[in-house]
């Protein structure tokens, strides 16, 4: 069974920093792709960042960029997101997902449909 099992949710003033965890089990991501997505109440799953391990290419949200960084660990078979410079405006459940099937166009990073597996989710609160 697969299963993805992120961390790392806090509550920080704002300004501060946070590094989200996720680490899977059951398959491995190296062949396509990962990514971090979060939830606001009220508001839509959306994409923060993305890596597609099949060309290498990474993505982020235009209102994370330069702030945020997605990395992985593919002997851990585990992925992070450095979040710094937090805002009160990125507080939201943060999920954790992983796609084993490539993607119909390169727009499909930031799209839930597309991703196979997801995490728990995480909060992340911050504070002004």
């Known amino acids: 069974e697969v299963q993805l099992v992120e961390s790392g949710g806090d509550l920080v003033q704002a300004g501060g920093s946070l590094r989200l965890s996720c680490a899977a089990s059951?398959?491995?991501?190296?062949?396509?792709?990962i990514g971090w997505f979060r939830q606001a109440p009220g508001k839509e799953r959306e994409g923060v960042s993305s890596n597609h391990n099949i060309d290498g290419t990474t993505f982020y949200a235009d209102s994370v960029k330069g702030r945020f960084t997605i990395s992985s660990d593919s002997a851990k078979n585990t992925w992070y997101l450095q979040m710094n410079r937090l805002k009160p405006e990125d507080t939201a459940v943060y999920y954790c997902?992983?796609?084993?099937?490539?993607?119909?166009?390169?727009?499909?990073?930031?799209?839930?449909?597309?991703?196979?597996?997801w995490g728990q989710g995480t909060q992340v609160t911050v504070s002004s």
């Open positions: 059951g398959f491995t991501f190296d062949d396509y792709a």
């Open positions: 997902a992983g796609a084993v099937h490539r993607f119909p166009t390169a727009q499909a990073w930031g799209v839930p449909f597309w991703y196979d597996y």
